[in-house]
């Protein structure tokens, strides 16, 4: 099997679409008023349901993170350290939700979080410290993350 992409399950389909249009500048295929919206970035597919067109399909009830929630991750990559400080300070100020300001880690990794508007996290790091420090398994490790449910983690190279 190969990873096409994943969905997010949204409650507010436009405010969301907007902000990952607007704010996270990915590219939008569908309208954003419509059940299933197909977002691209960099060559991989997120997909955003709607949570009530969902359940209608199912035909069952589910039950979801309220508020900033860490149940995945969804990893984004910058340029280089000074990127990461860049891009968290242009998207808060276009409306993401300050989680955790940029730091450098101990092992050399520049990380910062993000909430979009329904809490899923996204994380600013630069993997090229972060391979460094791991040495060989880290480019596999790091493209494993960057696939992961939940957070978006933005990574400079």
Known sequence: MRLDGFGIFV???PTMVKFYRDVLEFDI???????NVYLEKDGTLFLLY???DF???TNKSFS???KINGHYEIALSVENYEAVDLVFEKVVSKGAIPV???TTEPWGQRTCYVSDPEGIKLKDLNRKSWHNICCGWS????????IQPGYARV???
């Not at 295929?29 to 059940?35: A, L």
């Not at 480019?139 to 960057?146: D, Q, V």
């Open 11 to 13: 409650k507010d389909m």
């Open 29 to 35: 295929k569908e309208d954003v008023n419509t059940s």
């Open 50 to 52: 709607r949570r009530s």
């Open 55 to 57: 359940e209608k399909m």
């Open 64 to 66: 979801y993170a309220d």
């Open 100 to 102: 955790l300001n940029p």
């Open 139 to 146: 480019f596999s490790f790091a493209k494993l993350l960057s």
């Open 155 to 157: 990574m400079a190279n």
